[in-house]
């Protein structure tokens, strides 16, 4: 099986050296480069073509967003997750308007970052606990107003109510009992019913619908 290939960002050799340990240890991942700056990180993306970018989200010489913006523009098939020491609002939604599949903390689990990779590079996304819900509560009920129209059947409904609680496809597929061609048939024409963008979307979707109550503190679970 061909290793994920991954791009580390960040301007602290330190950060750096700790990610790539972490990525090169899970045996289905490998760090095939690393940049310092925003302006480092698009052009090893442009010769690398990673699979997946850990992006830091404040560097000298282009930050993390703009850098962020430019690789999901130019390259369609790679993804990027944004990692930051802070949770800050404004970050996270930069993040996501640049196209970013998934905003972690940096003082997340190594195991929760590896699967992020895993995650994201299969087409999910992935955010902290704690920024999730806040994600939710800033947009809940102005982010999509065309949705509440757009008509679900039963199974749609069940998958984008897994959605909604943070469940990866792996764990839709094993709740619902479905096979994971299935499962993406379910998401793909939730995305198209409820024109929504991204996986993000989805979840608030769920919210707007009713299937998921608001949170009230942070759960166990990211964004699957």
Known sequence: ??????????????MR???RLIVDGASDLEVVGEADTGEGAVAQAAELRPDVV????????????????????????????????????????????AGASGFLLKDAEPDRLVDAVRRTHFGESLFAPSILNRLVEHYLGRSMPKATSAQLTDRE????????????????TRTLT???????????????????R?????????????LVKPPRHPGPTGLG
């Open 1 to 14: 099986m061909t290793a994920v290939r991954v791009l580390v960002v960040d301007d602290q050799p330190l």
């Open 17 to 19: 050296h700790s990610l």
């Open 54 to 97: 850990l992006m830091d989200i404040r560097m000298p010489g282009g930050d993390g967003i703009e850098a962020t913006r430019r690789i999901t523009s130019d390259l369609p098939g790679t993804r990027v997750v944004v990692l930051s020491m802070f949770e800050l609002d404004e970050y996270v939604h930069a993040a996501l308007q």
């Open 157 to 172: 409904a069940e998958v984008l109510t897994l959605i909604g609680r943070g469940l990866s496809n792996e764990e839709i």
């Open 178 to 196: 479905i096979s994971m061609g299935t499962a993406k048939t379910h998401i793909g024409n939730l995305l198209a019913k409820l024109q929504a």
């Open 198 to 210: 991204d996986r993000a979307q989805l979840v608030i979707a769920a919210y707007n619908r009713g």
